[in-house]
């Protein structure tokens, strides 16, 4: 499974961004995806996941009701909506797919992901 990530850039504080990751190979409906985010100095940490079907969602509590995790099966694609950005939520952005997930469980830690992406710089100016 192959992800590439994009959408990422420089953004005033309260502005939004859309990060889009597109994947090959693999069977992307029986696959979990995640967004997670490192700051410099910081460990990786979870944004939000989504479960195959998009029927299960999670979010960190520092991203809830501000970003919105979604996926379109028929293009392999995940998106996540960022609006009122904050400077802490600068960060290098990847997207990871966990491929032996359970149906309705969604990506909560990184220890599910099998695969990543790159990574998409998202920075938030004060």
């Known amino acids: 499974v192959q992800l590439q990530a994009c959408g990422g850039g420089l953004v005033q504080a309260g ?4 990060l889009s990751c597109a994947t090959s190979g693999g ?10 985010r490192q700051a410099p100095g910081q460990e990786r940490e979870i944004v ?9 969602l999670h979010y960190a509590d520092s991203v809830k009701g501000r970003f919105t995790i979604s996926r379109d099966n ?3 694609m995940v998106y ?3 609006n009122s950005l904050k400077p802490e939520d600068t ?3 990847y997207c990871g797919a966990d491929v032996n997930a359970i149906l309705m469980v969604p990506v909560v830690y990184s ?9 998409t710089l998202v920075t ?3």
């Not at 502005?15 to 859309?18: D, F, I, K, P, Y």
């Not at 939000?48 to 299960?56: H, K, L, Y």
């Open 124 to 126: 938030v100016s004060s």
């Open 15 to 18: 502005g939004s961004l859309r």
């Open 27 to 36: 069977t992307f409906s029986r696959i979990a995806m995640g967004w997670f």
């Open 80 to 82: 996540l909506q960022m």
């Open 74 to 76: 028929a293009k392999k």
């Open 91 to 93: 960060a290098v952005y």
């Open 48 to 56: 939000a996941g989504i479960s195959r079907s998009g029927g299960g």
């Open 111 to 119: 220890r599910q992901i099998d695969y990543w992406g790159q990574g």
